[in-house]
């Protein structure tokens, strides 16, 4: 019996800062020492060489590259506007090309990772996070509603354990809230999970199962796109799954735990049936979270496998949120008015595909 195959992207932003000599052999132009933060014509340009200078590097690397999200099986090497950059340090946001795991993608990650690691340092604010997209394969399939349904019962029954998994300043971040969190979900969503000490799970529970369309999902049960697990795409062409809880990353080895940490889960909730917790008053443990992740993994096949070679390789972070102060609100509040009607870049990329009407690029 072969493995189930899943498709994914990720999305990770940074703060970079070139060494000389990639200055020196692609960025013709560049301004050393310019201000940061500002919208101005020579910021712009410094931006633009910079990501050519990376695009050149990744693609000399043997990863196709570009600085514009039209081309489908390159990765995009864009600019991250809601970053707040640091003295010699430039935003940027690396976006994956749609992979799967059928095949060798841990190599690939690796290559890019190592590739501007090479070429100087990378710093990471509160601002920086992954996201890791995940659909049920490249070839266009879509989730069925039975296994969305299974994918919200996992994600409501492991939602303390999946904040514990993450570190303080991701558990209770503005930018991916839990799905029940007031304002996440729609209120009666909110009140069964929140009261699953005298109710059980199965009430809540009953209530997924009559959901009875995907694009029901976003629609009538999680509103908000700024959540730990987001369906907005599940009604555009893209239709992915996206886990937007994890932290920055600078280096191969996190992005691909989070990688795995986000396939593991979901495919651990669409193979494993949580009927035999519904009369149960409590919580799933991390315990019970590591081991349905890795059986997740385990079920993908070798090309998942080594990544969290045990069940306890998937930590957790005991440290209390940190969650943001009021001002640090106010600013998030403006920067999510400004992203309003922009999508995820890959999204777009996946929207840009050969079988879809090409979009325009998302970055400048």
């Not at 990378?122 to 394969?137: F, N």
Request: charged content about 25%; aromatic content about 8%; overall charge neutral.
């Amino acid at each position: 019996m072969s493995n189930p195959t899943l498709a994914f992207g990720i999305e990770v932003e940074l703060l970079f800062r070139p060494d000389e000599e990639l200055i020196r052999k692609h960025m013709s132009g560049w301004t050393a020492g310019l201000a940061h933060g500002l919208d101005t014509d020579p910021a712009k340009i410094n931006r633009k060489i910079l990501r050519l200078a990376i695009a050149k590097e990744l693609t000399g690397a043997g990863v196709a590259a570009e600085v514009s999200t039209q081309e489908y099986d390159a990765w995009s090497v864009l600019d991250e506007a809601m970053l707040d950059e640091r003295p010699n340090f430039w935003r940027l946001e690396l976006v994956s090309r749609c992979m799967t795991t059928d095949v060798d993608w841990q190599k690939e990650i690796t290559t890019v990772f190592d590739t501007i690691r090479r070429i100087e340092d990378i710093q990471l604010t509160k601002g920086c996070s992954t996201h890791v997209h995940v659909s049920p394969s490249r070839g266009g399939n879509r989730y069925q509603i039975g296994q969305l349904r299974s994918i919200m019962k996992a994600i409501a029954y492991f939602d303390r354990a999946v904040t514990a998994a993450v570190p303080a300043d991701r558990k209770e971040n503005e930018w991916a809230a839990s799905n029940f969190k007031e304002k996440s979900c729609n209120r009666t969503y909110a009140e069964l999970h929140g009261n699953i000490s005298s109710l059980t799970w199965g009430p809540l529970f009953q209530k997924f199962d009559g959901v009875r369309l995907p694009a029901l999902i976003p629609a009538d049960v999680f509103h908000n796109r700024y959540v730990s697990w987001n369906f907005k795409h599940l009604g555009s062409e893209c239709g992915t799954v996206e886990f937007r809880r994890p932290p920055g990353v600078e280096d191969a080895r996190r992005a691909l735990y989070w990688v795995a940490f986000t396939l593991g889960f979901l495919e651990g909730a669409m193979g494993f049936d949580l009927s035999d917790v519904k009369e149960e008053r409590k919580h799933g443990t991390f315990q019970d979270l590591q081991e349905r992740i890795f059986d997740g993994l385990t079920r993908l096949g070798p090309t998942c496998a080594g990544i969290i070679g045990r069940v306890d390789g998937i930590g957790e972070y005991k440290s209390e949120p940190t969650p943001a102060s009021r001002e640090e609100k106010e600013v998030i509040a403006a920067k999510k008015t400004e992203k309003l009607d922009k999508e995820s870049n890959f999204v777009v990329k996946v929207n840009s595909r050969p079988s879809t009407p090409a979009s325009a690029s998302a970055s400048s």
